[in-house]
């Protein structure tokens, strides 16, 4: 009997041992971070028993359970990596399948929830830096000399990783240009852009994001102008012909300054008459024109490929207006340095003075001057509290939405045979008000003149007071006060806060902007109260126009109670961005004789050469060019 006993004591114990040699424990993922995921934990019994998975050292110390125990024959669980409501801290666990005193099967287990880092990030263009290059940026102009033709990044990455590689276009928020991704172990590596000659010039950010095995990501390069509060990207600027006038104005004669940064070794200069020529410009950074001199200037720049540099240029002696310098590389590429004459004396060839609304071209330029990725305007991001004037245009120097906005004013007065003269809103720092209403009988803002100091409000309502007439062919103008000091513009905040409302100088003032979502057509209304304005152009009470180019809206205007007494509408585009949102054309006049016509879409001025506006503009001009 003892001996049957022993057996069957022998027995159970072998079918315990089985049944655990039976029982199973799997972790899926066996790597994760409790940041990004949780794991899945499932086991297998033969018999139902009370059993818990719990979490130990590799050298077997407990620490808590992943599950509890209780009574079952299989388990299917997911763990968020806490134990008692901590997370548990990084490092390589096992995971036990525990029946009372006994292991019935083990699993392996890491927790990571720390990014892979690329540390020592540094940029290089494969050949000489460029002034100004360093760590993170590099500078390059893809031309196919291979010199400086691409850029290569280089890091020591800590751990095998996923790594992407985003060079970006910025604006507000990065876009995406191209993308490289490879899958890479520890140690040194270099990620190469192979940038392309048909780049517009500017700075692109490039982006880094590793992700490793488990799904931590680590993030290179901010995501908006908050830059200081992201790690760094490296910033690499494609380099065209880059130029521009250190000031937006100069007299006849006068000696001036261009800013010039290529590694183009010989430059061709040139000037062009902007407005006059036959053709018409359909892309953000082309220029047009008429040259003033044929013979172009062959400018050596062997010395200054690593450089910028500046030259001087005797301004030539023409008529006022805007004009342009041409540079071409001997590889193909342009840049362009935009610049107004401004009249020797007020008013000596035309009674008419147009306004070209160069602080509000520099509000909207993106030109990175500062190598952060990220425009230096206040549109690029809350952190850009100031404004330099004094800084190329981002599209080989053409002006923000210049052939959109602005020149299509410029072919209606010369193809009209209109003249006119011009100055840069930076001349209202020392005109007064009273010297332009001797010399002038209207002034034109033919663009969009959002940005003004306290001393051109001032002056032009002087002007506006005595009698001047003033005529406003675009929206959301004297919308800003500026502060200048020197080429540098603060902004204060909005005048209609400060007590002086843009539509009592206007007639209306900023409604409403929906970034040209919506476009509508205008409706005319009170023919008979400037039945002038509609002369001749087949429009009649409650005819519609805009047709013609898509119809209007982008930034609108309607009245407000400070428009002046007597102030009418002319047409409307009515709720054009939802219920009472309307767009509205105005005009009035003052008791002192002052004629005031107002636009009240943001693209009117951009429909100048097409009918009806332009029989519309001809009838403004011969009853507003008049005293």
């Known amino acids: 009997m003892r001996r049957l006993g022993l057996f069957v004591v022998v027995v159970a114990a072998l079918t315990v041992t089985a049944q655990a040699e039976a029982a199973t424990l799997s972790i899926s993922p066996r790597t994760f971070s409790p940041r990004r995921a949780t794991v899945d934990v499932s086991a297998q019994l033969t018999v139902e028993r009370q059993v ?263 301004v030539p002696d023409v008529p006022s207006g805007l004009y342009y310098a041409q540079f071409t590389g001997s590889d193909g590429r342009v840049g362009y340095a935009p610049f107004v004459v401004r009249p020797t004396l007020l008013g000596t060839t035309s009674r008419v003075l147009v306004i070209l609304p160069t602080n509000t071209w520099q509000a909207y330029n993106f030109q990175d001057v500062n190598g952060d990725g990220y425009g230096d305007t206040w549109y690029a991001g809350p952190p850009n509290k100031y404004m330099s004037l004094s800084k190329g245009y981002i599209a080989r120097g053409v002006p923000p939405r210049f052939y959109r906005y602005d020149l299509p004013f410029l072919h209606w007065l010369y193809w009209s045979g209109k003249n006119a003269e011009f100055i840069s809103d930076s001349e209202f720092d020392t005109i007064s008000g009273d010297e332009l209403a001797r010399a002038y009988d209207l002034i034109i803002f033919e663009g969009h003149e959002e940005y003004v100091t306290q001393r051109e409000y001032d002056v032009v309502q002087r002007y506006r007071d005595l009698g001047g007439n003033l005529m406003f062919l675009s929206a959301n103008n004297f919308f800003w006060k500026v502060d200048k000091e020197g080429q540098v513009l603060h902004k204060i905040g909005e005048w209609r806060d400060i007590g002086r409302p843009e539509a009592s100088l206007i007639g209306v003032q900023y409604r409403a902007n929906d970034d040209g979502q919506r476009q509508g057509l205008f409706t005319v209304q009170g023919v008979a109260n400037a039945p002038w304005l509609w002369d001749a152009t087949g429009l009649a009470e409650g005819s519609t126009f805009g047709q013609f180019v898509g119809g209007y809206g982008i930034e609108i205007d309607s009245t407000a109670p400070s428009s002046p007494p007597g102030t009418i509408v002319l047409a409307q585009i009515p709720d054009l961005f939802g219920p009472g949102i309307t767009a509205q054309m105005s005009y009035y006049e003052t008791p002192a004789g002052a004629k005031v016509f107002a636009a009240g879409a943001l693209d009117f001025g951009g429909s100048s050469t097409f009918w009806p506006v332009k029989r519309m503009l001809d009838n403004l001009w011969a009853r507003l060019s008049l005293p």
């Open 52 to 314: 818990g998975v719990r979490l130990a050292t590799l050298g077997g110390r407990p620490i808590g359970w992943i599950v509890a125990p209780s009574r079952r024959r299989t388990l299917a669980a997911g763990w968020d990596g806490r134990i008692r409501g901590k997370i548990v801290p990084d490092g390589n666990y096992v995971a036990r399948l525990v029946y009372r005193s006994s292991v019935l099967a083990t699993a392996h287990i890491r927790v990571d929830t720390h990014a892979p880092q690329l540390l020592h990030m540094r940029a290089d263009n494969g050949s000489t830096p460029f002034a100004g290059d360093g760590p993170l940026l590099t500078t390059v102009s893809p031309n196919g000399d291979g010199f400086r033709d691409h850029a290569d990044v280089t890091f020591e990455l800590d751990e095998p990783a996923t790594v992407t590689m985003d060079v970006t276009r910025t604006v507000k928020v990065p876009k995406v240009v191209y993308t490289l991704t490879e899958h890479l172990g520890p140690g040194v590596h270099t990620m190469t852009w192979p940038t392309a000659s048909t780049l517009n010039p500017r700075t692109y950010l490039i982006r880094f994001t590793a992700t490793d095995g488990a799904g931590n990501r680590g993030e290179y390069g901010a995501p908006n102008a908050f830059v200081g509060r992201h790690a760094r990207g490296v910033v690499v600027r494609v380099q065209g012909i880059d130029s521009y006038f250190t000031r937006p104005s100069y007299l006849p004669g006068d000696l001036a300054q261009i800013s010039i940064a290529t590694d183009d070794p010989t430059l061709t200069m040139r000037v062009f008459h902007s407005g006059p020529e036959q053709v018409v410009t359909y892309a953000d950074n082309q220029f047009a024109g008429v040259e003033v001199d044929p013979e172009p200037a062959t400018i050596d720049w062997t010395p200054w490929t690593s450089r910028p540099h500046t030259i001087s240029f005797h």
